[in-house]
């Protein structure tokens, strides 16, 4: 490794160590600091395996060492220190409220659950908890990564634009690694997926495949045409409903807000549009729900070789 982490014991939940590592909560000390954290031993397992060049350090409890032995097999054969600490140290790392008062998604709402208050941890690492580097952000990232898609043969691409909860940032990207997308895109309006709301609500999928953030949809839709990739939105007004359109082979699914969906310029400038079709009384579902049902009809296809 080409840097050295502090290796001296920590000791006090109240340390400077401690504190930068909760920090991490807000966007404004990701950036700062350039790190972001993941917690649990399933991500950090995806981390080590299959993006150990992000990897800075582990920090874990001697129970959960005992209960999950190959991470530490991992971390050693990637160069990446683990330390030992207590389990009050990892409880004071994963603290949801950014400093300053700064909201725990760093997207200017703050990340809430039911019943629990704002300095008080929603979620138990397991006693397991990993920094690593922030991956460079530019906007031309996208492109990029849309013009080095295979050519030739089906690819799917997920596009997030303005998605603004980090939860379903992850949840999103889990679902698109699980229908074997190529790639998720996430516009510069959507949530921070290196949030550790998003981190945890991903499980690892934001480690098993490209993912991308800071482009225009303009931009985004132009590269997909570039690329010969159809680009194809959900609307409750398509003509074509989505298990009888024929559905193109290279298609990116462009998903908007949580509770407006896709903007009609948007809309007017994806090249195909389909409708969900809805048996019950429900007037709509949520983005995740018609992520699933549009990610899953596309692998149906593709295995099925239609």
């Known amino acids: 490794m080409t840097e050295r982490p502090d290796q ?52 874990t409890t001697a129970r959960a060492a005992a209960a999950h032995p190959e991470l530490t097999g991992l971390a050693r054969d990637a160069g990446v220190p683990v330390r030992e600490v207590e389990e009050q140290i990892i409880r004071a790392m994963v603290r949801e409220n950014g400093p300053e008062g700064e909201p725990a998604d760093g997207t200017g709402t703050a990340d809430r659950t039911a019943g629990a208050s704002a300095t008080t941890s929603l979620v138990s690492p397991q006693g397991v908890l990993a920094l690593g580097r922030l991956p460079a952000e530019t906007v031309t990232d996208a492109l990029i990564a ?35 997308a190529d790639l998720v895109v996430l516009t510069r309006t959507c949530a ?70 896709l903007d009609e310029r948007t809309l007017a400038a994806a090249p195909l549009a389909v409708r969900i079709p809805l048996a019950g009384h429900a007037e709509s579902l949520n983005v995740h729900t018609a992520a699933t049902v549009c990610l899953f009809e596309t692998l149906r296809r593709r295995q099925a070789g239609e």
């Open 192 to 261: 921070d997926p290196y949030a550790p709301k998003a981190v945890r609500a991903a499980v690892g999928s934001l480690f098993h495949l490209p993912v991308v953030t800071g482009a225009e949809i303009t931009e985004v839709l132009d590269g997909l045409a570039e690329a010969d990739v159809t680009a194809a939105a959900t609307s409750g007004y398509a003509h074509s409903e989505l298990f009888t359109a024929e559905l193109p082979t290279r298609l990116a699914w462009i998903l908007g807000n949580e509770a407006h969906g």
């Open 146 to 180: 849309i013009g080095n898609l295979p050519v030739g043969r089906p690819v799917t691409v997920v596009v997030l634009h303005e998605v603004r909860d980090p939860g379903n940032v992850g949840t999103l990207i889990r679902t698109a690694d699980a229908a074997g």
């Open 8 to 59: 001296s014991p920590i000791t006090s939940p109240r340390s400077e160590r401690v504190r930068k590592v909760a920090a991490l909560t807000g966007r404004s000390a990701r950036r700062k600091q350039q790190r972001f954290r993941i917690e649990g031993p399933q991500a950090i397992r995806s981390l080590l395996t299959h993006r150990a060049e992000l990897a800075v350090e582990v920090f």
